[in-house]
């Protein structure tokens, strides 16, 4: 009797231990694109010389993915006078129309076919970069 609740015992803490393991990576094992965040995944604020995911908090690059038909709202933060856009890296084109800098601004897309799609600012090139991957 004492060896099955020996048994037992092992078997719950095991449980347990397995639940509670302090895992913080993205659930797709990818460069942080996958679950893990709380808000919308297809949300990116421009920051002072950064992208950043609202969804995971990735930044420089801000890596989303979203699903087919996902619209991505890139808002303008705090950054002051500062201009950026949001522009592609390739296909489909995708740009900001003009060059922003008010707090507040947003310019949307929508990602209707699968693919990774990188993106960055026409003012700041490299140094503020994101990636959306589109299943």
């Not at 694109?33 to 919308?40: L, S």
């Not at 908090?57 to 933060?77: E, I, L, R």
């Not at 390739?90 to 800098?101: A, D, L, R």
């Not at 507040?104 to 994101?130: I, Q």
Request: glycine share 18%; net charge negative; aromatic share 8%.
């Amino acid at each position: 009797m004492r060896s099955k609740l020996n048994w037992l015992l092992l078997v719950a803490a095991a449980a347990v231990a397995a639940c509670s393991s302090d895992n913080n990576s993205p659930s797709d094992g990818g460069d942080g694109g996958g679950g893990g965040g709380g808000g919308n995944p297809g949300a990116v604020t421009v920051g002072n010389i950064f992208f950043q995911s609202g969804h995971n908090g990735t930044q420089n690059p801000a890596v989303d993915t979203v699903a087919v038909g996902t619209v991505v709202t890139w808002t303008w933060s705090n950054t002051g006078d500062t201009p950026h856009s949001v522009e592609s890296e390739g296909s489909p084109g995708f740009t900001s129309s003009t060059i922003q800098s008010g707090n507040g601004a947003k310019y949307t897309f929508t990602f209707t076919t699968p693919g990774t799609y990188t993106y960055d600012c026409a003012v700041h090139g490299s140094a503020m970069t994101g990636r959306i991957v589109v299943q």
